[in-house]
């Protein structure tokens, strides 16, 4: 079910859960209430889940505010059949959980449905290494010849590691330099700033893109609008089958490729917890446990022991 169907799903809140001076009227009022607190990033992906929910509900005839903790536990095991990722179906289900709690709060329901409700466990490793170096010099060699936009949107996916929300926030006046460096202002998730360094190659893109230009998004549809992730995604896979890639590659694999492989350069862990913008090491650590777990496998060492 598209957005504009789950959005057409979204039920009335019940007669009576809303005083005359309340702003909240509606779920959808309540939903974006809700968000509103959260950053840009979390507001999209949460906004998402919570379509996802009110459009399952809507498809059995449920109401939002209505819902029992036996829907949310057939909701999740049903995405776990389907065989969504854990950390897929955990991030939904704590979304619904900080809705029903936000409304608990708001006293328009009594008990949230989502309470102990069974959440799968996401492990220590990332289940994937992303591309190898010679992949992801195949794919910046078919960016490159795809055109100017698309090979400065991969030089920055792969040679900064930006996540896709950060790299089309960019505008042209978050250009920069600083000490004799080519620099971005990012917005990092949680609304932080930081300044991030342009390898050559990054900045020459960025600017062959721009020609001269110094205002305005730096990646835009040919309508002239703000590309958004899903076309960006549309732009990784294309160019990853050019590369003749047969993985699935999405944005965020070429960020976990720039984690894996500056590690595998050297790069100290804090340097590289800095320069993904992750506020919590342990989501590094994750990058490095699932490369070591093949690279320094128990088997090659009794294997050589052995021979």
């Known amino acids: 079910m598209d957005d504009s169907n789950a959005t057409r799903s979204l039920d009335l809140i019940p007669r009576g859960a809303a005083t005359v001076d309340s702003p909240i009227r509606?779920?959808?009022?309540?939903?974006?209430?809700?968000?509103?607190?959260?950053?840009?990033?979390?507001?999209?992906?949460?906004?998402?889940?919570?379509?996802?929910?009110?459009?399952?509900?809507?498809?059995?005839g449920l109401a939002p505010l209505s819902a029992h903790r036996a829907h949310v536990e057939l909701w999740a095991r049903g995405m776990e059949a389907r065989g969504l990722a854990a950390s897929t179906v955990a991030r939904r289900l704590s979304a619904l959980a900080g809705f029903y709690d936000y409304a608990l709060d708001e006293e328009l329901i009594t008990r949230s449905p989502v309470s102990r409700v069974r959440r799968p466990r996401v492990g220590d490793?990332?289940?994937?290494?992303?591309?190898?170096?010679?992949?992801?010099g195949v794919l910046l060699a078919a960016a490159h010849a795809s055109g100017a936009r698309d090979y400065a949107l991969a030089c920055l996916l792969t040679l900064n590691g930006l996540r896709i929300s950060e790299t089309l926030a960019l505008d042209a006046d978050d250009l920069g330099a600083e000490r004799g460096h080519r620099t971005a202002a990012l917005r990092r998730k949680g609304g932080k700033r930081q300044s991030a360094p342009l390898a050559p190659r990054t900045a020459d893109a960025i600017d062959l893109l721009l020609a001269g230009r110094n205002s305005g998004p730096v990646f835009v549809t040919r309508t002239g609008r703000r590309m958004d992730r899903h076309a960006a995604a549309k732009v990784v896979r294309r160019l990853a089958r050019s590369a003749g890639i047969t993985a699935t590659v999405?944005?965020?694999?070429?960020?976990?490729?720039?984690?894996?492989?500056a590690l595998d350069a050297g790069v100290p862990l804090h340097r590289v917890q800095d320069a993904a913008g992750h506020a919590d090491p342990r989501t590094t650590r994750r990058y490095d446990r699932a490369r070591f777990q093949l690279d320094q496998h128990a088997t090659y060492s009794v294997a050589a022991a052995v021979a």
């Open 26 to 60: 509606t779920v959808d009022d309540l939903v974006a209430a809700f968000l509103i607190g959260y950053g840009a990033a979390t507001r999209d992906a949460y906004g998402r889940d919570l379509r996802q929910w009110t459009a399952w509900l809507a498809h059995h």
């Open 125 to 136: 490793e990332s289940p994937r290494l992303g591309l190898d170096r010679d992949e992801l």
């Open 250 to 261: 999405s944005p965020h694999s070429l960020r976990h490729s720039f984690v894996t492989l």
